[in-house]
């Protein structure tokens, strides 16, 4: 991927969050590199400053926005989706799978009929998960503007029925597992997120 000269980027190789290595995507496809969002938004500064980048970028994909509620996908989307709707002047709350894996509001959130609302996460990748808070949310008879991530896995093909925008784009180096010339070196695959992976 291009890491060169991207302010977002340059947060993550300053805070460990850019990730070399072997790493098995949830796609099944391994990985030299990962961006683990988590480690720069454990530091409230940054995540500050990327809801306000976000929260722009948002202004500029729809001219005049003004959103009641940034809706999220736990866990990965809750810390960006607070920040986004900080910077938005607008309430955060966030999405859970019941039991069965389907994405639903709980704790008692709710979105009124026709409400503004912005989806955030953390990660596209396929824009599964944005795809299925975006479904709840229409549902649910709410209006959906928009949806951002910081990163973009998909090279910016991720479809998710809302206008998207994110604040890196990028194209992710991969290999399928049969082909993949670091298993062929014996070089063993983390699965990112689950455990601690390592870093060059
Ligand atoms: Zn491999």
């Known amino acids: 991927?291009?890491?060169?000269?991207?302010?977002?980027?340059?947060?993550?190789?300053?805070?460990?969050?850019?990730?070399?290595?072997?790493?098995?995507?949830?796609?099944?496809?391994?990985?030299?590199?990962?961006?683990?969002?988590?480690?720069?938004?454990?530091?409230?500064?940054h995540a500050e400053q990327l809801g306000s980048l976000l929260a722009s970028a948002l202004r500029s994909l729809v001219p005049g926005l003004e959103a009641k509620t940034v809706v999220s996908p736990a866990l990965g989307g809750v810390v960006i989706g607070h920040e986004v709707a900080r910077a938005l002047g607008a309430r955060a709350i966030f999405t859970e799978r019941d039991p069965a894996g389907k994405m639903i509001l709980r704790r008692g959130f709710s979105v009124e009929p026709a409400e503004s609302v912005v989806v955030v996460e953390d990660v596209v990748t396929t824009g599964g998960s944005t795809r299925e808070v975006v479904e709840c949310l229409l549902a649910a008879g709410a209006r959906v503007l928009a949806a951002g991530?910081?990163?973009?896995?998909?090279?910016?093909?991720?479809?998710?029925?809302?206008?998207?925008?994110?604040?890196?784009?990028?194209?992710?180096?991969?290999?399928?597992?049969?082909?993949?010339?670091?298993?062929?070196?014996?070089?063993p695959v983390a699965k990112p997120g689950s455990r601690p992976a390592p870093v060059a």
């Open 1 to 45: 991927m291009n890491l060169l000269t991207n302010p977002v980027l340059d947060l993550f190789h300053e805070t460990g969050a850019y990730l070399r290595g072997h790493f098995r995507l949830t796609s099944g496809l391994h990985s030299p590199e990962y961006l683990q969002c988590a480690l720069v938004l454990q530091h409230p500064r």
């Open 149 to 187: 991530s910081i990163i973009d896995r998909s090279g910016g093909h991720a479809e998710v029925g809302a206008p998207r925008v994110s604040l890196v784009t990028l194209t992710v180096v991969t290999y399928p597992p049969d082909h993949c010339p670091l298993c062929e070196q014996g070089v």
